[in-house]
């Protein structure tokens, strides 16, 4: 029965592509696979999950597997995340997990960003020239916001969750107590950090081999501290983490090394659910009018959702499929739409619960309209003449998404980092995971640009109990229906730092205005501005004769390597198709 089952689900793929390939034209429902594609999304018919790491996808592709919904799998994958990809997935730092609940057509914001401990002090950061001391604010214990993943993932679970708690967790506990093969990506990453890292003895201790040289391609990693503390969230749930051993663990490698997270700033860290952000969009100029979107994203502190939403705003009134991807006119309306959205970012945006952020404002239809119409669509204007100008400094950003969809349509998309590759590069003892050195996402003076060259203002200053501005777009797409209802249609998120925003935006307007698939979308070349320093940033794959057009028309431009790893999904007709960005070697996308 199963495989009659199996095999007629085969005949209907295989006539149903043949009949699309017949007549693409006339086909009301995509077809399942276009041939003439150089790159092919994975295609499952119940599930889907897709990360930066294949042994974590798998971790949430069997949850899914056994019944779970998107929400067991996607904490299953955060908590597998923590042990496969050290750099980013974390018990240790925070995030944000957009949740899209099918039966009542709901969305959710989940906030878990890390907080300023209640130590913490506006100028903080600042040495006794009243300059911001960088090697303080990103490499010791006082750079560590108080972890927020851990309350996050037990609320998610809380709220939507299906399985029991424990199954949840259990794979990572696997993977970290039993240790796993170390991959060519973790070798090679480990390697090239070895210098930061292993100045912590601890860090040294858990992540490299007892000579101190960096585990290669094919050795096992063992973490069984790490093992402990998950045992204890499995077992006690949030409270393993923030009370109890755990608790006891952090605040006393706090207290020898001039930290500043106590026992009551973790037992009161709170998980918050946010009103999402959400904005409609249309394809300009698309023959079929009923390319009609809603966007659906990440409110404050994230900064990505209003400015993805202020985008788009913008572009719909501009000829952006006309003037084509990849081309110079495409590029310098996408540089002139961002370069305003990172200019209001840097004035408006901070913690809600601490400032008055305009977001009705950003993200209203008028005025992405006046921004659109002030873009002289073949001169670039010069950032100093959208708002003044400040030098900026970079740093190689890492954070991580994550993807997921269950049979039921039900979808999360998550977004969670330590900030830098490795945060803080400080692991706690005994507890054996990384501290993130998310207190820089903060502005710790005013004005000067932070480690991704972006600047605040008192909006996102320092203040106890206060979380730090991010960029971090976990976001849904959802196409309008005929029946004046809305369909998900992609779930999208990246890494990057500051350029998370901007990668977010190219994926979504690659598979909407310029029809591309998911594949597509995500292994295409990206671009980048942020108004301030005023330079377009450009992928390998934007041509040279792009690069000189676009300096002919006033812009200056820097080719850089990649930028972002978006983890997406897109659902067609049920179908989930997966693409996992190929910019980071173990990303994979898992369907069942
Ligand atoms: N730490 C990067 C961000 O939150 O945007």
Redesign the pocket.
Known sequence: MQRIKQFSIIISIFLLSFASSADNTKADTPPLIRYNSIHHPTIAPNGMVVSQNKLASQVGADILKQGGNAIDAAIATAFALAVTLPRAGNIGG??FMMVHIEETDQQFALDY?ELAPELATRDMYLDANGDVDRQKAWFTHQSAGVPGTVAGMYLAWEKWGSLKWKKLIEPAIRLADKGMSVSYDLGTNLQNRLDRLTKNPITKQYLYKKDGSAYKAGEILRQRDLAKTLKLIARKGAKGFYQGKTADLIVADMQANDGLITHADLKNYQAIIREVVSGEFSVQGAENTADNYEIVSMPPP???GIHIIQMLNTLEHLPLKEAGRDTAEGIHLLVEAMRVAYADRSAHLGDPDFYDVPIEFLTSEAYGKQIASDIDQAQARKSSDVAPVSIAKKES?D?THFSVVDKFGNAVSN?Y????SYGSGIMVKGAGFML?N?M??FSSKPGVPNA?GLVGSEANSIAPNKR?????TPTFVFKKNAQGGKDLFMVTGS????R?ITAVLQNILNATVHGLNIAESTHAPRMHHQWVPDQVFVEPGISDDTVEELEAMGHKVKKVSTMGSIQAIQVIDGYKYGAADPRRPDAEAIGH
Do not use: H, K, Q
């Open positions: 925070g995030g960003r994230s900064s990505g950003p954070t977004t980092t330590l900030n830098f993130n998310e820089d996402d991704y730090p501005l991010s960029s971090m890494p990057g730092g500051s998370i």
